[in-house]
């Protein structure tokens, strides 16, 4: 191999990375978008590169909605591990709210994928497994300090955030329901404190 062409193999690889890049990005976009009409061709189009670069990136349809699916599942266990200065209680509310974004904005991306793929198959059941354990830290940590209710598993919280999210309605709408959700979870500050009313002589 020539020096030239040894040179010339990082920059292949590098603008490799870059087509993939925006075809990832063009394509949550199109996911996104409820008006689209999403077809290879117009994630394509929106990514500003040619058919045979999307099919030499992602065989198939199928390949491109298991990338964006693992994608998104990468940056929710990235996030379980982002230390802040937040309660516990708050950290875990914070992560749940990052899950709370991700399903109903993905949710074509995710019926699709199960139109076509095996629940128990790696991609959906490893996955799933996969956000769960970077969520159930933060749940044993909040309920370990009383700040969250200790009889919910991190896996019933999964399931009632995917169960709002299969609701057909507008982010407006779904909205109260998930903040009515997640206000449950929490523990009063004072969970021993004495009712007032309740404690006045009869």
């Not at 062409?5 to 990082?10: E, I, M, T």
């Not at 990052?98 to 793929?117: C, D, G, Q, Y």
């Not at 309920?143 to 955030?161: A, H, K, P, S, Y």
């Given at each position: ?38 077809s ?21 349809r199928?390949?491109l ?7 998104e599942?990468?940056?929710l ?32 991306i ?75 979870l ?17």
């Amino acid at each position: 191999m020539t020096t030239s062409n040894r040179a010339s193999f990082p920059t292949r690889q590098a603008a490799a990375a870059r087509n993939r890049d925006k075809i990832l990005i063009a394509a949550q976009a199109a996911f996104a978008d409820p008006s689209a009409q999403v077809s290879m061709a117009e994630i394509a189009r929106r990514a500003g590169v040619g058919m045979a670069t999307l099919y030499r990136n992602f065989a198939g349809r199928q390949e491109l909605l298991e990338a964006l699916y693992v994608d998104e599942v990468d940056a929710l266990c990235e996030a379980a591990g982002a230390g802040d200065a937040q309660t516990r209680g708050a950290a875990l509310t914070t992560w749940l709210r990052r899950l709370i974004a991700f399903l109903p904005n993905k949710r074509l991306i995710v019926s699709e994928l199960l139109e076509h793929t095996d629940r128990d198959s790696p991609v959906i059941h490893g996955n799933r497994a996969r956000a769960l354990a970077a969520g159930r830290p933060l749940l044993t940590a909040a309920q370990g300090v009383g700040e969250i209710r200790d009889d919910l598993t991190i896996e019933q919280i999964f399931d009632m955030i995917a169960a709002i999210a299969k609701i057909h309605g507008d982010p407006s709408y779904l909205e109260p329901m998930f903040q009515t959700m997640l206000d449950g979870l929490h523990l009063p500050a004072d969970d021993n404190a004495v009712d007032p009313v309740a404690s006045r002589p009869g």
